[in-house]
Nanobody, 122 residues
Framework: QVQLVESGGGLVQAGGSLRLSCAASGRTFSIYAMGWFRQAPGKERHLVAAMSGGGTIIYHTDSVKGRFTISRDNAKNTVYLQMNSLKPEDTAVYYC???????????????WGQGTQVTVSS
């Protein structure tokens, strides 16, 4: 069992930056692949970025490539999403997720955080 708690969301102007954090507790963090999803109002939740337990597999969806970066610190049981050059269309609730591999993250992870709101004003 893994418990996930996100933080770092908020209101920012277009062009600004935010860093989301997700602290994990429970079983050994380093064995889990981690991902960040987002869900805008009235839209489906979809994957933004993912990283394998050892950090060798990294994925970013096309719409955030060059702007967002996923990273992790296994010593701190924490995964991050650095978001730069934010746009109004990045406004969404961002969710942290965990599961055994990046492939499972893509299909649908079993462990979710509660979400954190990111609002980008124009």
């Amino acid at each position: 069992q893994v418990q996930l708690v996100e933080s770092g969301g908020g209101l920012v102007q277009a062009g600004g930056s935010l860093r989301l954090s997700c602290a994990a507790s429970g079983r050994t963090f380093s064995i889990y692949a981690m991902g960040w999803f987002r869900q805008a109002p009235g839209k489906e939740r979809h994957l933004v970025a993912a990283m394998s337990g050892g950090g060798t597999i990294i994925y970013h969806t096309d719409s955030v490539k060059g702007r967002f970066t996923i990273s992790r610190d296994n010593a701190k049981n924490t995964v991050y999403l650095q978001m730069n050059s934010l746009k109004p269309e990045d406004t969404a609730v961002y969710y942290c997720a965990a599961d055994t591999t990046v492939a499972v993250i893509v299909k649908g992870p079993n462990y979710w955080g509660q979400g954190t709101q990111v609002t980008v004003s124009s």
